[in-house]
Nanobody
Framework: QVQLVETGGGLVQAGGSLRLSCAAS????????MGWFRQAPGKEREFVAA????????RYADSVKGRFTISRDNAKNTVSLQMNSLKPEDTAVYYC???????????????WGQGTQVTVSS
């Protein structure tokens, strides 16, 4: 069982930066791939970024490639999402998730956090 808690969301102007963190409970955290997803009002949850268990392999949605960076610290049971050059269309609730594979499908993840709101003003 893994419990996930996201922090770091907030309001930022377009072009600004935010860093999201996800703290995981449980000694099995290093066994899991981790992903970040987001959901805007009226839209489906969409993949943002993922990292494998070791942190050496990552994947990004085309919409965030070059602007967002995912990383993890297995010693601290945390995964982070550094978001730069933010755009109004990045506004959404951001969720971290844990699963067996570094996948882009939400259904591939077994555990989810409660989400943190990111709002980017124009």
């Amino acid at each position: 069982q893994v419990q996930l808690v996201e922090t770091g969301g907030g309001l930022v102007q377009a072009g600004g930066s935010l860093r999201l963190s996800c703290a995981a409970s449980g000694r099995t955290f290093p066994n899991y791939a981790m992903g970040w997803f987001r959901q805007a009002p009226g839209k489906e949850r969409e993949f943002v970024a993922a990292v494998n268990w070791s942190g050496r392999s990552t994947r990004y949605a085309d919409s965030v490639k070059g602007r967002f960076t995912i990383s993890r610290d297995n010693a601290k049971n945390t995964v982070s999402l550094q978001m730069n050059s933010l755009k109004p269309e990045d506004t959404a609730v951001y969720y971290c998730a844990a699963g067996p594979l570094m996948a882009t499908l939400a259904t591939s993840y077994d555990y989810w956090g409660q989400g943190t709101q990111v709002t980017v003003s124009s």
